[in-house]
T-cell receptor, first 113, second 112 residues
Framework: DAGVIQSPRHEVTEMGQEVTLRCKPI?????LFWYRQTMMRGLELLIY????????DSGMPEDRFSAKMPNASFSTLKIQPSEPRDSAVYFC???????????FGPGTRLTVL | EDKVVQSPLSLVVHEGDTVTLNCSYE??????LLWYKQEKKAPTFLFML????IEKKSGRLSSILDKKELSSILNITATQTGDSAIYLC????????????FGQGTRLTINP
């Protein structure tokens, strides 16, 4: 079975540009999570969805960040405009509702110059 | 504020040694504690602990939860260089849904 799929794997952009990260959860999983990982702050939950509905977005740093889940097999995390402090590895994870184990994708390493 | 703290932050040992990694949590509405191993890529799941005092074991790795002390340990015996990784501990909250709060991780290095 395919795991969580993320694209792109690496993204280098300039400050002010829009960045879109993509995620395909494991088939059959109905909970999806976006995390950000930095050396300073570790792994932080940004937002999570259940059955395509955002449940908790309290971790989203500011209005420049937005996330959508238009269907059960696809989600996007958008940063507009991007800033150098957004440089991090962004992980998507999925799980089955009611279970605690989350399975992580390979991550997108974002560098904003 | 919900918090998970791991110690030590970094550990260097020789191949064959036994290591113990610590995790303490202050998590409201605590449901379970999870351990992940992160090498160069994504965190991979190791254990989920919900009951106090019951050891979970997988090969050379084992873990146990102490709800009274709000802590957990991860033991690795007969360490190998392939065990070198960051080990992450996370507390799961009940908030009508799942929410993991991660510790900062322990960077384990096994030298040959």
């Amino acid at each position: 079975d395919a795991g969580v799929i993320q694209s792109p794997r690496h993204e280098v952009t300039e400050m002010g540009q829009e960045v879109t990260l993509r995620c395909k959860p494991i088939s059959g999983h109905n909970s999806l999570f976006w995390y950000r990982q930095t050396m300073m702050r570790g792994l932080e939950l940004l937002i999570y969805f259940n059955n395509n509905v955002p449940i908790d977005d309290s971790g989203m740093p500011e209005d420049r960040f937005s996330a959508k889940m238009p269907n059960a097999s696809f989600s996007t995390l958008k940063i507009q405009p991007s800033e150098p402090r957004d440089s991090a590895v962004y992980f998507c994870a999925s799980s089955q509702w009611g279970t605690d184990t989350q399975y992580f994708g390979p991550g997108t390493r974002l560098t904003v110059l | 504020e919900d918090k998970v703290v791991q110690s030590p932050l970094s550990l260097v040992v020789h191949e064959g040694d036994t290591v113990t990694l610590n995790c303490s949590y202050e998590v409201t509405n605590f449901r379970s504690l999870l351990w992940y191993k992160q090498e160069k890529k994504a965190p991979t799941f190791l254990f989920m602990l919900t009951s106090s005092g019951i050891e979970k074991k997988s090969g050379r790795l084992s873990s146990i939860l102490d709800k009274k002390e709000l802590s957990s340990i991860l033991n690795i015996t007969a360490t190998q260089t392939g065990d070198s990784a960051i080990y992450l501990c996370a507390g799961m909250l009940i908030q009508g849904a799942q929410k993991l709060v991660f510790g900062q991780g322990t960077r384990l290095t096994i030298n040959p």
